[in-house]
């Protein structure tokens, strides 16, 4: 069965820093890995959706996957206060399914 | 395009009494997802609709819950008699076909007392 983590739990950074966040897959066979952002009590917001080994940027967001590693990280260019928020990993696939599993999230904010 | 709708947005029941849960796929979705986040345990996934057969449903505890989808244009999640450890928000997402993006509503925050 497919097993997400993300580290670490928390991070908080200085506003215009880069901030890096960590998530790690158990499948080889997921064929594609998103990152969301989650506001106190809103919805999910996709921010990047990968598919192949290497870099994907979104606007300010950059997804970066190592499936040899079984890796993929977000990094966050000089994040803004309305960056503070909780970031979800979720990976889809393995053995032919189509459901996300997600890992417990990074809950990011921003010193001023 | 409104979104994914869910209603109503907070419910609060006793325990031991039901629960129906709604969800509105965006027009033209032919696949609708339920999730269920909570602090503990994160965001899970319970069961999944496409052109509105059941396809997967390994998430759904094995009593209490159910799910349907009628018609394409609305799907919904049914827990008897709720237990305090079913408190959580409940999120429906719909895509246009397999392999798509999903996009999530606000969910559902279900309160047990």
């Known amino acids: 069965q497919q097993k997400v983590q993300q580290s670490p739990e928390s991070l908080t950074v200085s506003e215009g820093a880069m901030a890096s966040l960590n998530c790690t897959f158990s499948d080889r066979s997921s064929d594609n890995f998103r990152w969301y952002r989650q506001h106190s009590g809103k919805g999910l917001e996709v921010l990047v959706s990968i598919f192949s080994d290497g870099e994907k940027e979104e606007g300010s967001f950059t997804a970066h996957l190592n499936r040899a590693s079984l890796h993929v990280f977000l990094h966050i260019r000089e994040p803004q206060p309305s960056d503070s928020a909780l970031y979800l990993c979720?990976?889809?696939?393995?053995?032919?399914?189509?459901?996300?599993?997600f890992g417990k999230g990074t809950k990011f904010s921003l010193i001023p | 395009n409104a979104g994914v709708i869910q209603t109503p947005r907070h419910k609060v029941t006793g325990k031991g009494q039901e629960a129906t849960l709604w969800c509105e796929p965006i027009s033209g979705h032919s696949a609708v997802f339920w999730y269920r986040q909570t602090i503990v345990q994160g965001l899970e996934f319970l069961t999944y609709f496409r052109n509105q057969a059941p396809i997967d449903d390994s998430g759904m505890p094995k009593e209490r819950f159910s799910a349907q989808m009628p018609n394409q244009s609305h799907s919904t999640l049914k827990i008897q008699s709720t237990q305090p450890q079913d408190s959580a928000v409940y999120l429906c997402a719909s895509s246009p076909g397999t392999g798509y993006e999903q996009y999530f509503g606000p969910g559902t925050r279900l309160t047990v007392l």
């Open positions: 979720a990976v889809r696939g393995g053995t032919g399914s189509n459901r996300l599993t």
